[in-house]
């Protein structure tokens, strides 16, 4: 990894151990106004995340390294990080180069957006493969799934993980995003069953359908472009914005989707605020919103069925 970071404050001479440079990292996150959302929502959750992956330890476990003292080039290092991250106001996960999701790690530049997809949580949750209500009642039935605007590859590397026979395509109009998906996939082993195609959201793809269609494209709609952080200017803007009210992108898939659905198959997929617009454009629609810890209504799913697919067989997901 580059090292992004500017010379350390002389102050931090006097930061010794973990929690030193956590409640500074806080400080000067709070004082400087940063906007958070790349992986973490709170200075204190960014800043616990940047001292724990930037001196290589688990991200989840910040207690037992609390009051541990730093060598003093790893003090160098944390300083310079904060420093950064203060200055440049990129997030921390382009500083660092990692991103986690649900708990995978993956590599990230700034050639891709900061991966945050609800749909993350989605698939690890008992909507597939459940006991009760599930979209998907038996992962395994699953074969073959298509991620469109897959960016890092995250969404397309965590289908991998939860629908284990299935085939994935994942598609990207960005050549540059393509590179950055190519190291994740082969950083995780799964060059055998993701395919990773360049092109237009359906275009590269006719005649295929999928069991699954799974999708977080670009939602930000034209006002909130213009009046994006800085932290999230420093992500490619065709990865987020998508016309006047954000969903131009979304209008194209409802449009495609189901000339490469299989029957009983379904999309799922990432709209962000558009939720009054997308049910008063599309009233007959049987969109099933589906909510995580930190989201309500940004996500829906349909089935085939809904998307003009002629019902034949069911591969086990609600209709």
């Known amino acids: 990894m580059t090292d992004q970071s500017p010379a350390p404050s002389p102050a931090t001479d006097h930061l010794v151990t973990l929690r030193d440079f956590l409640r500074y990292a806080v400080s000067r996150f709070g004082a400087a106004g940063l906007a958070h959302g790349h992986g973490a929502s709170t200075a204190f959750d960014e800043a616990a995340y940047l001292v724990l992956e930037g001196l290589k330890l688990p991200i989840d476990q910040l207690e037992p390294f609390l009051d541990a003292k730093l060598l003093p080039e790893e003090r160098v290092r944390l300083a310079g990080l904060i420093e950064a991250r203060v200055t440049t106001r990129k997030p921390s996960a382009y500083l660092l180069n990692r991103a986690y999701v649900q708990g995978i790690p993956l590599y990230v530049d700034e050639r891709v957006i900061v991966p945050r997809s609800f749909i993350g949580e989605l698939l690890f949750s008992e909507l597939f493969g459940g006991d009760d209500f599930t979209l998907v009642e038996d992962t395994g039935s699953i074969e073959s799934v298509l991620d469109l605007c897959t960016g890092s590859g995250a969404i397309a590397i965590l289908a991998a993980e939860v629908f284990e026979n299935a085939d994935i395509d994942a598609v990207e109009l960005s050549p540059e995003a393509l590179e ?28 295929q359908t999928y069991d699954l269609i799974l999708t977080n494209p670009p939602y ?21 914005g998508s016309g006047l009210d954000g969903l131009d992108i979304v209008r194209r898939i409802l449009g495609e989707a189901g000339a490469h659905l299989n029957p009983g198959g379904g999309l799922l997929c990432e709209i962000g605020a558009g939720r009054e617009i997308i049910e008063a454009e599309y009233p007959d629609m049987p969109f099933l919103w589906l909510d995580t810890e930190e989201s309500e209504g940004e996500v829906f799913w349909l089935p085939a069925e809904a998307l003009g697919v002629q019902p034949s067989s069911t591969i086990g997901a609600v209709e």
Do not use: C, T
């Not at 994740?184 to 006719?206: C, M, T």
């Open 180 to 207: 950055v998906a190519a190291i994740n996939v082969a950083e995780r082993g799964q060059g055998a069953r993701i395919s990773l195609i360049e092109g237009d959201l359906f275009g590269p793809l006719e005649g």
């Open 220 to 240: 930000v709609d034209e006002v909130a472009m213009d009046e994006l952080p800085a932290e999230y200017r420093h992500e490619p803007a065709m990865a987020l």
